[in-house]
C-alpha cells in the first residue's frame, strides 16, 4: 500500500473495507463508482435502494463506522451511499440493512417494529429509515423523541404518511410506549378519542411482542480492521477509468498534489462534486481526499473562539458548538447559537455526517445557509499553499462572483475561526424554504449588531443574505446609513426602504420568487429588528417595549413532537380467532421490505449477457428533429448500440386510450423530455454518458404552448370539450340574492414513487417471445403496448410484476413510454436488457397529475345556500391525450363536491400543450374538481362574513338527492362523518380559542377548517370495471392465489389474502400470492380508481367458491377432516383443484349526451378538520392539527385502511401546500428531484392527528361490506390549504383588507407571505406583468 507521491500516480492501491463484518478488497476501485452501486452491482446486497442519487431521499441510507484519530474512537453514523464515493470508505465498515437482521436468522428490533407498527407500505423507503434508525441507536439506545425525528430528517416516504414510523420507534425512545392514561393532554389514547363509545379501540400493534432492543448484540467494528487503521497510512491512491483518487498522508503531500493538480477537486462529504458530477455531466480526473490530514480536522479554542478544521463534518461542528454554548457565558455564545440554529435546518443528517464546513464555504452556493453567518460573523479563514499560508476575513470580497472564492488554485482551506460574540452584540440568522427539514433556502440570512455600551446606539451592523445575489452579500449601504442611529421605529423605517433599493432583483432573475425573496429580506430584518428590540427591553437599556401581539415574531421555530389517535371498529365479538378480516393485520411483505429481502424490479440479480439501456431525450419543447448523430455515442466505452425509431419493428404509434404519441420520435418532438431514442452499454454508467453523446440538431418551432393561459390563448384543445349540466342555470342566477365570480389555478404534482420506473426485458429466444420484468401498475396494457411495438401477436410478450415501490397513478400508463423501448432494444440485440431511470429522468419525462385552472360564477343567498354554478375547468394535458378525457371527466363528476346545487353546470377543456403527457394521479381529476368547488364555497363564506363551516353544512347533501349527474345518493353517510368531525376537533372551540389567538398576534395567524369529500367508485371507463382472480390448491393443502391487481404497497395482496383466507376457511400462512402476471389472469385492468380490492376481491372470493363447491362433498363426507385431508382426497378423486374466479361491477354505463346512467358503483365519504399556523413575516406554516372522519364501510384492515387514509392524506398536504413544479417559459422543468421539488417530510405531519374509521358503515356493494379508500381521502388535505386561507384572510384584516380574495394551490409560504399584505409587501411592488420574461411560468 505505498504509493510514492511523486512520479509514481501511475500506481493504484487496494481499496479495503468491510461490509457487514466481512473484508471487502478491490482491486480496481473506481474513484467515479458511488458506495450504493459498488453494494448493489458488485456485492449483490440490493437491500440497499436508489431513490434519487442525490441525496435527497435517504432510500440509500447506510451506517459506515469509522476509527477517527483526532478523537481516538470509532464513529458509527449514517451516510447517503448514493453520494458516497465507495473509495472513501476505505478502512471504514459499512453496515447495510441486510447485515443487521433478517427473517431467516433474525430481525433486529428496528427492522420489526417498522413492519408490525404498519410503517412499511410499498417498502422502498423501508431499508433507509431502518438504517438511519439503527445508526441513531448504534449512538444512543434510549434517544428522545426528537433525536428520532432529527435522525429522520434526511428520509421521505411517499406512503405512509409517516405517523406509524414514527410510533413504530417511538418504542425505543424515554417516552416511548403507552402512558396508561397517566400522560399527556393531547394525543394519549385514552383521554382523546380511542376510547371511543365507550369502547377502547384496540391498538394496531401489539408491543408487547416485540424484540427487545439488546445493544450488547450488534455487529462489532471488525478486529483485522481496528488492527489496520491504527497503523500510521501513507499516501493511497486508486486510479479508475477517467479519475484518480488521492488520499495523502499529510498536509505536506496535500499541499505539493495541490501545486501539482491545482484543478484537483477536493472531496470530503462529495454532496456538492457528486451532484456536480452527476448531473452536470462534470469529469474531475484528480480527486484528493484529505480524510486524514489531522490539520484539516483540528478544533481549536483561541482567545478570539473557534478554530474548525476545514474537513470537520458538520455534525461534529454542530456538537463542538452546542459544548460551547454549554460553557461560556451566554453574550459570547451568539454566533454559535445562529450557527446551531442554521444547522438545525441544514440538509439531513445523512448530509451533515459527511459535508465538511470546508466543502460549504468552497461551493460559495449563493444559498449557503452558513456562509451569510459565517459573513456576518467576521469569520477568519487560513489558507494555505505549499509556500505561504494567509488569512482572510469572509467579507464582500470573499466571493468576487458566482461560486468563486479568493482562493487560488493550489490553496487550501485550511480552518475558519468562529469569534465569539462581544458584550453588546445581538447576532440572528434566519433561513426561509418551502420546506422546514432538508430543504435549500430562497432567503438566508446572518445579522449582528453591536451597540455603544449600555446604549441603544448602532455601533457596528452586519447584514448578509444569501439567495439575493449570485453570491452570498453583504449589505454595506443600508449598514453605514444607520450607524450611530438609535434602534427604534425611524431606524426600522430607514432600514426597510432603503434594503427594498439596495436588495433589488431583476424580474428576470433565476430562481424567480422575485416579490416574495425581496419582501423577505425586509421582513427577516424585521424580525431581527424585533428581536433584539425585545432582548434590549429585557435588559433595561431600552424603555419602551416589543408590542404583546408582536412578540411572536421574535420565536425562533418551536417543534411540537407529533401525537396520533387512531379509532377504528374492533371485529364483532365471536368472530373466529382465524378469522382476519377487519383485524389490523400487517402488510405481508412488510418485515421483508424492513429488512431488505423483498426484491423489487432492479433487485432481479443481472443476467449473465445483460445490457443496460439509457434514454435519449429532447431538449426542445417544439422542434422538427433534423438529424440525429450517434456515431461518437457509439464509439465510447462500453457501447453496444443506439436504438431509435427505425429499430421498431411493428408500430412506433403509442398510448393508452388513442395512439397519439411516439415510442420514439422520428420527425418531431413536442416536449422537452420526448423520447428520441437509446443508448445500450455495458453498464448503466456507460450507456448514460454515451447517451449525453448523441448530437440531435432541431428546427425550433413555434408557437410554444406551455401554460393553460398559453393554451386558451391559442385555443389549443383535445376533443372533446365535455359539459355536464342539471337544472335551469338561468333561472338559478335569477333567483340568487348575490353573485360572485373567481378563479383559481391548481398546480400539477409529481408522483415522486419512490422507486422510479423500471424494467427488464428478456427475449426468451423463440417465436418471438418476451418476458418483461416491469415496475407498473397495468401489466396488460405493458403487454400490448409491447406486442405492438414488437409486432408480434400478445400471447409472445409476458409482463410479470413482484412489486412495486410506490406507483400513485404514475405507473398506470406512463411507465409503458420506459417498457416499450427497452423491449425495442432486447429485441433488437436478442439480450436481456434493463432500464431504472434516474430520478431526474423519471421527473422529466413522466408527467405527473394535471394542472388545473378553473373560473366560477356561483349565485347564492343571503343564508349561504347555492342555487346557481357554472364552473368551467381546463387541465393541462400535455402533449399527448394519455388519460385527460377521463381524469376531466371526474373533475366534472366532482365539481359539486359533496354539495347539493339545484342549478349547475360544468365544462371541461384539455389543454394541448408542449409538456409531458399529464396522467393519472391518486383522485384521477377529482381532487382538482372539488378543489375549485371549494374556491368558490370559501368566496361565498367570506363574502357573507360567515362562518364557512355552516355555509358548507348548509348547502351538505342529504339521503336520496341527486349528484349532477342524476345518480342518487343512498347510504349516505355524510353527515355521520361531518357531526363526528365536528366533535372529534372540538370544531367550535378550537374557532373560539383562535379568534382569541388572532386578536393577539399579528405576525403569527391561525387559521382553521372543516371539509368534506364524495368519491365515485368506479372506472368512468366501464369495460374497466372487471376482474379475474386464479386460485390453485396444491396437495399439501397450500394455496397459491393470483389476481389482476398488482401490489404498490397499498396493502392489495394482503386484502386479497385475508379475503382468500376467509372464504376458504383457513389460515392466510397457507395462502401465498407470489407476483402478478399477465400469462396468469389476462386481460386485466390497471390497478387504479381505487377499485382494486372491490374487483379482485369480488374475483377471489368467486375463485374460492368454486373451489369450495368442488370440495363440499369431501367436507361433508369427512366433517372431523383436516384442510389437507379434503384436498388429498379430492385430488385423488380426479377433482380440479385449480379455479378461474372472475367479477364485473353490475349496472354501471353513463352517458354525457343524455345525462343518465350511472358512473359510479358507490361513493365513499369523509371528512376533515384542519388548523394551521403561519408566519405572516416568512409566509412559513405549521399544521399544528387534522382530524380525519372516513367511511371505509367495514374496513377489510383497519391498519392498512388507516394507511391509506394518512398517506393519502399527507400526500394531498403535499399537493394543496408544498409541492410546485417550476417549467422555464420554454417547457423545460427545473424540479428534477427531491433538492427542488419538496413532498411532505417527517416534519410535516399535523402535530395532533386523528384518524377515525366510521363505525357502524357496512357497504352492501363490495366485498365484505368493505369500501374503497386508496383515493378518496386525498382530498382532505384540502381542509389544511383552507385554513391556511383562513389564516391569511386574518393577517389581511389586520391590513384593512376584508372579501374574498384568489389563491391557488399549492399555498406554498410564497404564495401565503405575498397575500398578507403589509407595510414590507408594499415597498416591493412586483414588476408589472408582460415587461419581462420570468424565470418560471405556470403551467
Ligand atoms: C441533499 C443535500 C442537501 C443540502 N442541503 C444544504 C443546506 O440545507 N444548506 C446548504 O448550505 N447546503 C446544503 N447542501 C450543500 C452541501 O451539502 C454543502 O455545501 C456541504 O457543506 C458541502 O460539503 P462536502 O464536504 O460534501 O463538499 P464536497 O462536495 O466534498 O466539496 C465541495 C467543494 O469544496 C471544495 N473543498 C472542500 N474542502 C476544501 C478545502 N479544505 N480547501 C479547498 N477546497 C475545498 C471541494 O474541492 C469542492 O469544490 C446540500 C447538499 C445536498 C446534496
Ligand atoms: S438515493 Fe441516496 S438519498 Fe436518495
Ligand atoms: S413505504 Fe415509504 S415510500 Fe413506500
Not at 387559521?1007 to 365515485?1016: E, Q
Given at each position: 500500500m505505498d504509493v510514492k507521491m511523486t512520479g509514481d500516480e501511475e500506481m493504484t492501491d487496494h481499496l479495503i473495507f468491510f461490509v457487514n463484518g466481512k473484508k471487502v478488497v478491490e482491486h480496481r476501485a473506481d474513484p467515479e463508482m458511488t458506495l450504493l452501486t459498488y453494494l448493489r452491482r458488485k456485492l449483490g446486497l440490493v437491500g440497499t435502494k436508489l431513490g434519487c442519487a442525490e441525496g435527497g431521499c435517504g432510500a440509500c441510507t447506510v451506517m459506515v463506522s469509522k476509527y477517527t484519530p483526532h478523537l481516538h474512537k470509532v464513529l458509527h453514523y449514517s451516510v447517503n451511499a448514493c453520494l458516497a464515493p465507495v473509495c472513501s470508505v476505505h478502512m471504514s465498515h459499512v453496515t447495510t440493512v441486510e447485515g443487521i437482521g433478517s427473517t431467516a436468522r433474525k430481525l433486529h428490533p428496528v427492522q420489526e417494529r417498522i413492519a408490525l407498527a404498519h410503517g412499511s407500505q410499498c417498502g422502498f423507503c423501508t431499508p433507509g429509515i431502518v438504517m438511519s434508525m439503527y445508526a441513531l441507536l448504534r449512538n444512543n439506545p434510549t434517544p428522545k423523541m426528537a433525536d428520532i425525528e432529527e435522525a429522520f430528517q434526511g428520509n421521505l416516504c411517499r406512503c405512509t404518511g409517516y405517523r406509524p414510523i414514527l410510533e413504530g420507534y417511538k418504542t425505543f425512545t424515554q417516552e416511548g410506549g403507552c402512558c396508561g392514561g397517566k400522560g399527556r393532554e393531547n394525543g394519549c389514547c385514552m383521554t382523546n378519542g380511542n376510547a371511543a363509545d365507550g369502547e377502547l379501540t384496540p391498538p394496531l400493534f401489539n408491543q408487547s411482542q416485540f424484540i427487545p432492543l439488546d445493544p450488547t448484540q450488534e455487529v462489532i467494528f471488525p478486529p483485522e480492521l481496528m488492527s489496520m487503521v491504527k497503523r500510521p497510512c501513507g499516501t493511497v491512491s486508486f486510479r479508475g477509468e477517467r479519475a484518480m483518487w488521492i488520499q495523502p498522508g499529510s498536509l505536506q503531500d496535500l499541499l505539493k498534489l495541490k501545486a501539482k493538480h491545482p484543478d484537483a477537486k477536493l472531496v470530503v462529504g462529495n454532496t456538492e462534486v457528486g451532484i456536480e458530477v452527476k448531473f452536470k455531466n462534470l469529469l474531475y480526473p484528480v480527486i484528493l481526499s484529505p480524510s486524514y490530514i489531522p490539520e484539516l480536522?483540528?478544533?481549536?479554542?483561541?482567545?478570539?473562539?473557534?478554530?474548525?478544521?476545514?474537513?470537520?463534518?458538520?455534525?461534529?461542528?454542530?456538537?463542538?458548538?452546542?459544548?460551547?454554548?454549554?460553557?461560556?457565558?451566554?453574550?459570547?455564545?451568539?454566533?454559535?447559537?445562529?450557527?446551531?440554529?442554521?444547522?438545525?435546518?441544514?440538509?439531513?443528517?445523512?448530509?451533515?455526517?459527511?459535508?465538511?464546513?470546508?466543502?460549504?464555504?468552497?461551493?460559495?452556493?449563493?444559498?449557503?445557509?452558513?456562509?451569510?453567518?459565517?459573513?456576518?460573523?467576521?469569520?477568519?479563514?487560513?489558507?494555505?499553499?505549499?509556500?505561504?499560508?494567509?488569512?482572510?476575513?469572509?467579507?464582500?470580497?470573499?466571493?468576487?462572483?458566482?461560486r468563486k472564492t479568493v482562493l487560488k488554485p493550489q490553496e487550501l482551506l485550511i480552518n475558519i475561526l468562529i469569534p465569539y460574540s462581544s458584550k453588546g452584540e445581538y447576532f440572528r440568522a434566519y433561513k426561509v424554504s418551502p420546506r422546514r427539514e432538508d430543504d435549500i433556502s430562497i432567503v438566508t440570512s446572518g445579522m449582528s449588531v453591536t451597540f455603544s455600551e449600555g446604549t441603544a446606539v448602532v455601533k457596528d451592523l452586519r447584514l448578509s443574505y444569501g439567495g439575493m445575489a449570485p453570491t452570498t452579500r453583504m449589505v454595506t449601504k443600508t449598514t453605514s446609513r444607520l450607524l450611530g442611529r438609535r434602534w427604534g421605529e425611524e431606524l426600522l423605517q430607514e432600514a426597510c426602504s432603503s434594503l427594498a433599493e439596495e436588495m433589488a432583483l431583476d424580474p428576470s432573475v433565476p430562481g424567480g420568487m422575485v416579490t416574495y425573496r425581496r419582501t423577505l429580506t425586509l421582513s427577516l430584518f424585521y424580525k431581527f429588528y424585533l428581536s433584539v428590540l425585545h432582548t434590549l427591553a429585557e435588559q433595561g437599556v431600552i424603555v419602551e417595549q416589543v408590542r404583546a401581539d408582536c412578540l411572536t415574531a421574535t420565536e425562533i421555530y418551536h417543534h411540537t413532537p407529533p401525537s396520533s389517535v387512531q379509532v377504528y371498529q374492533a371485529v364483532p365479538e365471536g368472530q373466529r380467532k382465524e378469522d382476519v378480516v377487519g383485524r389490523p393485520m400487517m402488510h405481508l411483505s412488510a418485515l421483508k421490505q424492513a429488512t431488505g429481502e423483498a426484491v423489487y424490479c432492479d433487485d432481479i440479480p443481472l443476467y449473465e449477457n445483460e445490457l443496460h439501456l439509457a434514454l435519449v431525450t429532447s431538449t426542445k419543447a417544439n422542434a422538427n428533429i433534423l438529424s440525429i448523430d450517434s456515431s461518437v455515442a457509439e464509439r465510447m466505452p462500453g457501447v453496444v448500440t443506439c436504438v431509435f425509431a427505425s429499430d421498431i419493428p411493428g408500430c412506433n404509434m403509442t398510448g393508452p386510450t388513442v395512439y397519439d404519441e411516439t415510442v420514439m420520435a422520428d420527425k418531431q418532438v413536442t416536449c422537452v423530455g420526448h423520447i428520441i431514442g437509446a443508448v445500450v452499454a455495458d453498464t448503466q454508467t456507460h450507456a448514460q454518458r454515451a447517451a449525453k453523446a448523441v448530437r440531435i440538431t432541431y428546427q425550433e418551432k413555434s408557437p410554444v404552448v406551455v401554460t393553460i393561459q398559453d393554451a386558451i390563448a391559442a385555443q389549443s384543445f383535445y376533443q372533446p370539450i365535455r359539459t355536464l349540466q342539471r337544472g335551469d342555470l338561468e333561472a338559478g342566477f335569477n333567483q340568487a340574492d348575490h353573485i360572485l365570480e373567481g378563479d383559481i389555478h391548481i398546480g400539477g404534482q409529481e408522483h415522486f414513487y419512490l422507486e422510479t420506473n423500471v424494467t427488464v426485458a428478456v427475449p426468451r429466444g423463440e417465436d418471438g417471445e418476451m418476458e418483461m420484468f416491469v415496475s407498473t401498475q397495468a401489466a396488460t396494457k405493458t403487454q400490448v403496448l409491447v406486442s405492438k411495438a414488437l409486432g408480434v401477436p400478445a400471447n409472445r410478450v409476458v409482463v410479470r410484476v413482484k412489486r412495486m415501490g410506490g406507483g400513485f397513478g404514475g405507473k398506470e400508463s406512463r411507465s409503458t413510454l420506459l417498457s416499450t423501448v427497452v423491449a425495442v432494444a432486447a429485441n433488437k440485440l436478442k439480450r436481456p436488457v434493463r432500464c431504472m431511470l434516474d430520478r431526474d429522468e423519471d421527473m422529466l419525462i413522466t408527467g405527473g397529475r394535471h394542472p388545473f385552472y378553473g373560473n366560477y360564477k356561483v349565485g347564492y343567498m343571503d343564508s349561504g345556500k347555492v342555487v346557481a354554478l357554472d364552473v368551467t375547468y381546463y387541465n393541462n394535458a400535455g402533449n399527448s391525450m394519455d388519460l385527460s378525457l377521463s381524469i376531466m371527466e371526474r373533475a366534472l363528476f366532482h365539481m359539486e363536491n359533496s354539495y347539493s346545487i339545484p342549478n349547475i353546470r360544468g365544462r371541461g377543456f384539455m389543454c394541448k400543450t408542449n409538456l409531458p403527457s399529464n396522467t393519472a394521479f391518486r383522485g384521477f381529476g377529482g381532487p382538482q374538481g372539488m378543489m375549485v368547488c371549494e374556491s368558490w364555497m370559501t368566496d361565498v363564506a367570506t363574502s357573507l362574513r360567515k362562518p364557512a363551516e355552516e355555509v358548507r353544512r348548509i348547502n351538505l347533501y342529504s339521503e336520496g338527492q341527486k349528484t349532477p349527474f342524476n345518480q342518487v345518493l343512498d347510504q349516505l353517510t355524510l353527515d355521520r362523518c361531518w357531526d363526528e368531525c365536528l366533535s372529534r376537533s372540538k370544531y367550535h372551540q378550537r374557532r373560539e380559542e383562535i379568534l382569541k389567538y388572532n386578536s393577539q398576534n399579528r405576525w403569527t395567524k391561525r387559521?382553521?377548517?372543516?371539509?368534506?369529500?364524495?368519491?365515485?367508485?368506479?372506472?368512468?371507463?366501464?369495460?374497466?370495471?372487471?376482474?379475474?382472480?386464479?386460485?390453485?390448491?396444491?396437495?399439501?393443502?397450500?394455496?397459491?392465489l393470483t389476481h389482476g391487481g398488482t401490489e404498490m404497497g397499498q396493502g392489495l395482496h394482503t386484502k386479497m389474502i385475508q379475503v382468500a383466507s376467509r372464504a376458504l376457511g383457513i389460515s392466510t400462512n397457507r395462502i401465498h400470492i407470489s407476483e402478478t402476471s399477465t400469462s396468469t389472469v389476462p386481460n386485466t385492468s390497471p390497478t387504479a380508481a381505487s377499485a382494486s380490492s372491490d374487483l379482485n376481491g369480488a374475483a377471489v372470493h368467486n375463485a374460492c367458491d368454486i373451489l369450495n363447491r368442488r370440495l363440499e362433498p369431501y367436507k361433508t363426507k369427512n366433517p372431523k377432516g383436516s384442510w389437507e385431508d379434503w384436498v388429498k382426497a379430492a385430488y385423488f378423486d380426479r377433482v380440479n383443484l385449480s379455479a378461474n374466479g372472475f367479477f364485473k361491477t353490475p349496472d354501471l354505463g353513463y352517458n354525457f349526451e343524455t345525462n343518465s346512467g350511472r358512473p359510479f358503483n358507490y361513493f365513499s365519504y369523509g371528512v376533515a378538520c384542519s388548523e394551521v399556523e403561519i408566519d405572516c413575516l416568512t409566509g412559513m406554516n405549521k399544521n399544528l392539527h387534522t382530524t380525519i372522519v372516513m367511511d371505509v364501510g367495514n374496513s377489510l384492515n383497519p391498519a392498512i385502511d388507516i394507511g391509506q387514509v394518512e398517506g393519502a392524506f399527507m400526500q394531498?398536504?403535499?399537493?394543496?401546500?408544498?409541492?410546485?413544479?417550476?417549467?422555464?417559459?420554454?417547457g423545460v422543468l427545473f424540479t428534477r428531484g427531491p433538492g427542488m421539488y419538496k413532498i411532505p417530510a417527517f416534519g410535516d405531519i399535523p402535530s395532533e392527528l386523528t384518524v377515525s374509521l366510521l363505525r357502524d358503515a357496512p357497504n352492501a356493494k363490495a366485498v365484505f361490506s368493505s369500501k374503497a379508500v386508496g383515493e378518496p381521502p386525498l382530498f382532505l388535505a384540502a381542509s389544511v390549504f383552507y385554513a391556511v386561507k383562513d389564516a391569511v384572510l386574518a393577517a389581511r384584516e389586520d391590513s384593512g383588507l376584508t372579501g374574498p380574495f384568489r389563491m391557488d394551490s399549492p399555498a406554498t409560504p410564497e404564495r401565503i407571505r405575498n397575500a398578507c399584505v403589509d407595510r414590507f409587501t408594499k415597498l416591493c411592488p412586483p414588476a408589472e406583468a408582460g415587461s419581462y420574461t420570468p424565470w418560471a411560468v405556470q403551467v
Open positions: 480536522h483540528t478544533i481549536l479554542h483561541t482567545e478570539e473562539g473557534v478554530v474548525i478544521g476545514s474537513s470537520l463534518s458538520l455534525s461534529q461542528l454542530g456538537e463542538v458548538l452546542k459544548q460551547e454554548v454549554k460553557l461560556r457565558p451566554t453574550y459570547q455564545t451568539e454566533v454559535f447559537r445562529a450557527v446551531l440554529e442554521q444547522l438545525r435546518w441544514f440538509a439531513g443528517l445523512q448530509i451533515r455526517n459527511v459535508a465538511c464546513v470546508g466543502g460549504n464555504i468552497m461551493t460559495a452556493s449563493p444559498i449557503s445557509d452558513l456562509n451569510p453567518v459565517f459573513m456576518a460573523a467576521g469569520c477568519k479563514v487560513t489558507l494555505m499553499d505549499t509556500g505561504s499560508r494567509r488569512t482572510v476575513t469572509m467579507d464582500n470580497s470573499f466571493f468576487p462572483s458566482y387559521g382553521l377548517s372543516i371539509i368534506p369529500t364524495k368519491f365515485g367508485i368506479s372506472f368512468t371507463a366501464v369495460f374497466l370495471n372487471q376482474a379475474g382472480a386464479l386460485a390453485h390448491i396444491y396437495t399439501d393443502g397450500s394455496v397459491l394531498g398536504v403535499g399537493l394543496f401546500t408544498l409541492e410546485e413544479l417550476r417549467y422555464s417559459p420554454l
